[in-house]
């Protein structure tokens, strides 16, 4: 007999224990996968020089597919479920994939609401914040319309959307 009822209330709390798993990056990213991410458009420096660092990571701003994001994460030894979640004062709760803090890795920070990419820290110290998301119609998740490069020794490089 409590055998039994042991066995029932561990039945009706499979569920709620399956359902406490963080989400894949493909599906914590569900609407700007479905937007084609920043889909046809592309970001420029705003002052350009020939010294000027690479443009934004374009496996983020247009992914290919949900399993190509995995993959990326995977191919640099991180798993692609969120290790966590934060808060950002400029978008509220956040989920942490890779690296949980700062300065230890790849990073990438995705808006918990919107499903849309907030920051990416490379492995070699670079930050990439996605910024000002704009509305735009049939969009769900907007267009950022800054992107900040932040060099490890604190030098910016502002991106905007090309026009």
């Given at each position: 007999?409590?055998?039994r009822?042991?066995?029932l209330?561990g039945l009706?709390l499979?569920p709620?224990?399956?359902?406490?798993?963080?989400?894949?990056?493909h599906?914590a990213?569900?609407?700007?996968?479905?937007d084609?991410?920043a889909?046809?458009?592309?970001?420029?420096?705003?002052q350009a020089t020939?010294?000027?660092?690479?443009?934004?990571?374009?496996?983020?701003?247009?992914?290919?597919?949900?399993?190509?994001l995995?993959r990326?994460?995977?191919q640099?030894?991180i798993f692609?479920?969120?290790?966590?979640?934060d808060?950002r004062e400029?978008?509220?709760?956040?989920?942490v994939?890779?690296a949980r803090h700062?300065?230890?890795?790849?990073?990438?920070?995705?808006?918990r609401?919107?499903q849309r990419?907030v920051?990416?820290?490379?492995?070699h110290?670079i930050?990439?914040?996605?910024?000002?998301?704009?509305?735009k119609?049939g969009?769900?998740t907007?267009?950022?319309d800054r992107?900040?490069r932040?060099?490890?020794d604190g030098?910016?490089t502002l991106?905007?959307p090309?026009?």
């Amino acid at each position: 007999m409590v055998f039994r009822l042991i066995g029932l209330i561990g039945l009706t709390l499979l569920p709620l224990a399956a359902s406490a798993t963080e989400p894949a990056l493909h599906q914590a990213l569900g609407d700007w996968l479905a937007d084609e991410g920043a889909g046809g458009t592309h970001f420029e420096p705003q002052q350009a020089t020939p010294g000027t660092p690479d443009n934004p990571p374009r496996w983020l701003l247009h992914p290919d597919e949900a399993d190509a994001l995995n993959r990326i994460l995977l191919q640099r030894g991180i798993f692609p479920e969120a290790v966590g979640l934060d808060w950002r004062e400029e978008v509220g709760a956040v989920l942490v994939f890779g690296a949980r803090h700062p300065g230890e890795g790849v990073r990438l920070l995705v808006d918990r609401d919107r499903q849309r990419p907030v920051e990416l820290e490379t492995d070699h110290g670079i930050r990439w914040r996605f910024l000002d998301y704009q509305s735009k119609a049939g969009r769900p998740t907007g267009l950022p319309d800054r992107v900040l490069r932040l060099d490890a020794d604190g030098e910016q490089t502002l991106y905007t959307p090309s026009r």
